[in-house]
């Protein structure tokens, strides 16, 4: 993997079933809750957060209807790179995020 971008939700099994019946399938199986990737191959790659955060938001009602709190939501941006590592979020999409109560993880790593 290159760089991408997820949205993390740490939930139980059961959650994870719940929010499959909002969000959509989970593009990991594994247990630790529900996640959807957008890789960089993707053609909605450089809109990924503002995609993630108008998925939430428009499910924001149904999400606590099934017992998800704010808090255990994530966005991440996982960021391979070699020699210089930079990277830029507009300004409108991080607000977006914060007045959602989202945190946004970064995570890099030198090849």
Known sequence: ???AYEIRINCDEQGKKNIEGV???SSDDSTSGWCL???E?????LDALTI?????????Q???????????ISFWYLYEYEGQCNMEFCPDTTK????LGIVLCISCWEK
Do not use: H, R, V, W
Request: proline content about 3%; hydrophobic content about 40%; glycine content about 10%.
């Open 1 to 3: 993997m290159g760089s």
């Open 23 to 25: 969000l959509g399938l």
């Open 37 to 39: 990737s957008i890789e």
């Open 41 to 45: 191959d993707s053609p909605q790659f």
């Open 52 to 60: 993630f955060a108008n998925l939430i938001s428009s499910n924001l």
């Open 62 to 72: 149904k999400l606590y209807k099934i017992g998800i709190k704010i808090d255990t």
């Open 96 to 99: 977006k995020i914060g007045e």
